[in-house]
């Protein structure tokens, strides 16, 4: 039971990787504190968990509004006492646009999300894993954060900066006992992926364009986290793992 004892915080926890890390850590004992904006379906994952024999509450998040996140950190802190986990990793796609054509509007929704949101997160869980001097946090990048793609822009550079503020918060929070690290996942079956999915012949490519060619599954991305998440990874911190069945190499 690597988590047992242990309080996690999973943002975007009622879909696809989130859901999958909060029911593998609920699993190996932690109490999970799922945040999402989807209500109905972040309550979904707390059933789950509860019908497994887990514990998770749901609290209702928009990461890229700060007042709204740091309300589930006060939540954590004051229900459970302390916050040993933070997996941030709720995320947007986006529409697929050459730079020209994105409106600041389009560009500021993912890039607040995508990027504003991990920032949110990282300050708010530094306040409180200072204050016990240990935590855990792992960030969700992408494939697309270490590479360029045509008419994906907002999306690469908000998921590049994750990889980089990971470093930033790394060095920060080492010598707290805090250690920051981030998963970057090719391509995973998960609703986010649904509109590369509408033309078939270009969906077959995108989903076996890796070494292993194949799709990736959400729990084999949550494996990684909870590898990072744990104290079997007590030495790495400021890392990015891929998750990519060697998507990059490809
Ligand atoms: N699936 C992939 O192929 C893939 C690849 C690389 C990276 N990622 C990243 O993985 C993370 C999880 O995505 P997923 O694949 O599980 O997709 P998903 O759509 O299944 O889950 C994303 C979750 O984030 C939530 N969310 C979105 N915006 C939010 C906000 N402002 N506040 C709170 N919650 C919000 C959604 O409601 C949803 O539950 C994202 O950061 C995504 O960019 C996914």
């Known amino acids: 039971m690597r988590f047992g004892g242990k309080n996690v915080l999973v943002t975007g926890g009622a879909s696809g990787i ?7 850590m609920a699993q190996e004992g932690a ?4 945040c999402d904006r989807d209500q109905e379906k972040g309550q ?9 024999g887990g514990l998770a509450s749901f609290q209702e998040v928009d ?16 229900t459970f006492g302390s916050l040993d986990v933070l ?3 709720a995320g947007v796609g986006g529409n697929e646009k050459k730079l020209h054509e994105i409106e600041e509007s389009e560009w500021d929704q993912i890039v607040d999300i995508n990027l504003k949101g991990i920032f949110f997160g990282l300050k708010h869980a530094a306040q409180v894993m200072i204050e016990q ?3 855990a946090i792992v960030n969700t990048s992408s494939l697309l954060g270490f590479k360029g793609k045509k008419r994906t822009g907002p999306y690469n550079a908000s998921k590049g900066g994750v990889i980089t503020l990971t470093k930033n918060a790394a060095l920060e929070y080492g010598r707290y006992g805090i250690r920051v690290n ?10 986010i992926v649904d509109n590369w999915r509408e033309d078939e012949r270009k969906w077959k490519l995108i989903a076996s364009a890796n070494a292993l060619g194949r799709l990736g599954k959400p729990e084999e991305v949550a494996e990684a986290v909870l590898f990072l998440a744990s104290d079997q990874a007590s030495y790495i911190t400021g890392e990015t793992l891929l998750v990519d069945g060697g998507g990059l190499t490809f």
């Open 44 to 52: 979904a994952t707390v059933q789950t968990i509860e019908q497994n």
């Open 87 to 89: 997996f941030n990793n």
């Open 31 to 34: 109490r999970v504190l799922v």
């Open 182 to 191: 981030a998963v970057a996942p090719g391509v995973i079956d998960t609703p």
């Open 133 to 135: 001097e240990k935590g």
């Open 18 to 24: 989130g859901r999958a890390a909060a029911i593998k």
């Open 63 to 78: 990461v890229a509004i700060e007042k709204s996140f740091k309300e589930a950190f006060q939540y954590a802190k004051g």
